[in-house]
């Protein structure tokens, strides 16, 4: 079974960066997306950024302009970088990815086949 595994994660003060990676155990060049999701304490979980096989990205409102989703393919590895980081940055981070198939269309959180057990990131004011 293909595996995803988050590390990256830590304790930082707030303007501080952290880089995620979410290592595949598969070939990332074969999945159609891959993103990052973050759960708060007490919050949904909410996705924040994705990359396609195309390497298209899309980022929400809230990290646009401070995180950045790259990916390695020589590596299987994805990665998130974070700057300028807040204390409403805190949260559990998850990878997820989907398998290549027949679909062509945005990313979204419905097709993602493979999720990872999530690193904390904590952002102290």
């Known amino acids: 079974a293909v595996q995803v595994q988050e590390s990256g994660g830590g304790s930082v003060q707030a303007g501080g960066s952290l880089n995620l990676s979410c290592a595949a155990s598969?070939?990332?060049?074969?999945?159609?997306?891959m993103g990052w999701f973050r759960q708060a304490p007490g919050k949904e979980r909410e996705g924040i950024t994705t990359?396609?096989?195309?390497?298209?990205?899309t980022y929400v409102d809230s990290v646009k302009g401070r995180f950045t989703i790259s990916q390695d393919n020589a590596k299987n590895t994805l990665y998130l970088q974070m700057n300028t980081l807040k204390p409403e940055d805190t949260a559990v981070y998850y990878c997820?990815?989907?398998?290549?198939?027949?679909?062509?269309?945005?990313?979204?959180?419905?097709?993602?086949?493979?999720w990872g057990q999530g690193t904390q990131v904590t952002v102290s004011s």
């Open positions: 997820a990815a989907e398998a290549l198939s027949d679909r062509d269309g945005v990313c979204h959180p419905a097709h993602y086949n493979y």
């Open positions: 598969a070939d990332t060049s074969r999945f159609y997306c």
């Open positions: 990359i396609n096989i195309h390497g298209d990205t």
